[in-house]
């Protein structure tokens, strides 16, 4: 069966430090992949998408990147922390046509 | 572009009510619909999903028809549970090669003994 990772768990980083957070899927191959940003009391915001090695896609311009090094890897980057970018990271898999299915997510608190 | 309204919460609820959770949609072709729940401090979870107009999804006692004519897939169960405490997603998808889901901004349950 399908596996999801994401880690660390829980993170808290000054202003300004870099990011990075990690993804890794189990069980499927050329998984299409995605980072969702969930802040307090809002709904899910998707930040990039990836339907294959190297291939990512921006949703929202922001000081984030992601990137695919491997097809099962996707990581999620910053260089400087914002506060606004606190927040829950939610990364998720599908297979072409099916729904998506969510990893445990990240807690991220910039100080 | 496509959008999905849910009722704002918090849900509020005594162990073994009845629930509704109102969601419409806007899409311009024909999406899938789903409900993914969110159990505190945890991802999202799919809880039930439907293709095509008409289809009953359903799963741990919830269910949720896709309404075409009324654009809704409003979210039930007969009788809740302290277990079912968490905040209920809607979503559409429309298939473009690669799955792209809309959510709604979510509705929290709190179901009380």
């Known amino acids: 069966s399908q596996t999801i990772h994401q880690w660390p768990a829980t993170l808290v980083q000054p202003v300004g430090s870099p990011l990075s957070l990690e993804c890794t899927v189990e069980?499927?191959?050329?998984?299409?992949l995605y980072w969702y940003r969930q802040a307090a009391g809002r709904g899910l915001q998707l930040l990039f998408y990836?339907?294959?090695?190297?291939?990512i896609s921006s949703e929202v311009p922001q000081n984030l990147s992601a990137s695919r090094p491997q097809d099962r890897q996707f990581i999620l980057s910053s260089k400087k922390l914002l506060l606004s970018d606190s927040g829950f990271y939610l990364c998720?898999?599908?297979?072409?046509?099916?729904?998506?299915?969510f990893g445990p997510g990240t807690r991220l608190t910039v100080t | 572009g496509n959008s999905v309204t849910q009722m704002e919460g918090p849900v509020t609820l005594s162990e073994e009510a009845f629930l509704t959770i109102n969601c419409t949609y806007t899409?311009?072709?024909?999406?899938?619909l789903f409900w993914y729940v969110q159990y505190p401090g945890e991802g999202l979870q799919l809880l039930l999903k439907?293709?095509?107009?008409?289809d009953k999804g359903s799963n741990k006692g919830f269910e949720a028809t896709y309404r075409k004519e009324t654009t809704s897939f409003h979210l039930e169960k007969g009788s809740v549970q302290v277990s079912d405490s968490a905040v209920y997603f809607c979503a559409l998808s429309e298939d473009r090669g690669y799955s792209t889901l809309t959510f709604g901004k979510g509705t929290m349950l709190l179901v009380s003994p």
């Open positions: 439907a293709t095509k107009a008409d």
């Open positions: 998720a898999w599908s297979i072409v046509g099916d729904e998506q299915y």
């Open positions: 990836s339907v294959g090695i190297g291939q």
């Open positions: 899409a311009t072709g024909y999406p899938s």
């Open positions: 069980g499927t191959s050329n998984p299409n």
